[in-house]
């Protein structure tokens, strides 16, 4: 379950006191067969940890527990929604797996993710971006439930049919994959080798290569093959042993 455009409280800050007006975001929930596939999409592990934005009632957090023996994190404002979540994995029998915490998503910890997911509006999505790109590992994979990310386009996208009609979202669900790239953007070297490459998100291009390709730590073009570590390329160039820095 998740809550739409779980941090857009403070908009209005100012134009009236807290307990007067107070805005709170739809709460619509995601049906199960969203829920799977998105996990799926992410190819969710049990080595991973799957930090879902705005958990609502805390379902995709206990499904990644219980189905794909994830460890779990739910950071969800709404207070009630926490004890909610809390009760549910208590229930599931995977407390001892998943955590849920009442929080914004824009200032939480999402650093240890391995899988992110998020049912947030676009507007959310956009400023989420920096510190998806700034503060996630390279290779975290993040599933958005209906919502794209302005620019940056994702590595795969897909419809979900439901087997019913499901409130706010008709018969079908679209979901979005990116791929954390590592960042390769400047010119590498290595004996005998001067690489320049430009970059933009997944994109990249690679002087004098015909095709080139980036998806997390791995990078390949041409005859080449190889993992980023920070400043650190090495793969193989031509079947040999080669390594590249920045």
Known sequence: MKRLAALLLGL???AAPADEFEWRPPFITTP???VERMLAMAGTRPDDLVVDLGSGDGRIVIAAAQRHGARGLGI?????LVVTSQQRARAAG???KVTFVQGDVLTADISKATVVTAYLLPSLMAQLQIRFLEELAPGTRIVSHAFGITGWAPDRSETVKLSRRHLGQGDESRLHLWIVPANVRGVWRG???QVRIEQNYQQIEVQGARTARI???EISWDSFKGR???DRIAGELDGRPIELRR
């Open 215 to 217: 998806s997390g730590r």
């Open 94 to 96: 995977v407390a001892d």
């Open 32 to 34: 199960p067969e969203v």
């Open 228 to 230: 980023v570590e920070g």
């Open 12 to 14: 209005a800050a100012g």
């Open 76 to 80: 969800e404002l709404d207070g009630v």
């Open 191 to 193: 004996p005998g080798v």
